[in-house]
């Protein structure tokens, strides 16, 4: 199984709204990610998680909150986000020390 | 910091003919990854090249990594509907993949 899931596949939420992105997947690998992909640019990497503990942290805003609860799922908790947030969000995962990196099909969330 | 410059960021080429995208680094990489991302798809992965001048193929995609690892090319023959998308070469780099702008493939109509 080399399968990285995502729910839900497209998001449309108010900039007074609370909710979450899930992500699953069960090849063992112990190193997940988050990415934001705006249209026509490259993967913007968010949040590093090793071994379920947050490893790296791009300086993004705290509105936007990670938790891996355990090794094969991650969640993006989403409060309080601005219109310039709308953008494609992926899910990653990779083993451990390797950054061969299979990606999840994504979440479109649009913030209005 | 580590950055990879990928060049052209556009080809439109008539399907059947070649199709060739650069990735160049200033720095040596320790190695290199191709992603490929369809259009309203996400990145897929490839390849990876870790070894100086290494070449690799899959079916009518060849992979080359430079001889001082500073850069990387792509070139696929034949190009067929199937290979249009958007094309990343990210350098690996401990945890983090430095992504450069991508070259998007287009077929010509």
């Known amino acids: 199984d080399t399968e990285v899931t995502q729910t839900p596949k497209h998001l449309v939420m108010g900039m007074t709204n609370k909710k979450s992105l899930k992500c699953e997947q069960h090849?063992?690998?112990?190193?997940m990610y988050w990415y934001k992909q705006k249209a026509k640019k490259p993967p913007e990497l968010m949040f590093v998680y090793s071994y379920e503990k947050l490893s790296i942290n791009e300086s993004v805003p705290s509105r936007f909150s990670p938790e891996c609860p355990n090794s094969s799922l991650l969640n993006l908790h989403l409060h309080a986000l601005q219109p310039e947030d709308s953008a494609l969000y992926l899910c990653a995962s990779s083993l451990p020390g390797r950054t061969t990196t299979y990606f999840g099909p994504g979440t479109r969330l649009l913030v209005l | 910091g580590q950055q990879v410059m990928q060049i052209p960021q556009y080809q439109h080429v008539q399907e059947g003919e070649d199709f060739t995208t650069y990735c160049n680094s200033s720095?040596?990489?320790?190695?290199i990854q191709w992603y490929k991302q369809r259009p309203g798809g996400h990145p897929v992965f490839l390849i990876q090249?870790?070894?100086s001048g290494e070449v690799k193929k899959q079916k009518r995609l060849t992979f080359q990594f430079g001889e001082a690892k500073k850069n990387s090319s792509l070139h696929i023959t034949a190009t067929q509907t199937t290979d249009v998308g958007t094309y990343f070469c990210p350098a690996g780099s401990n945890y983090q993949l430095i992504w450069g702008a991508g070259t998007k493939l287009i077929i010509k109509p």
């Open positions: 720095t040596t990489l320790s190695n």
């Open positions: 090849m063992g690998h112990r190193a």
């Open positions: 090249l870790v070894k």
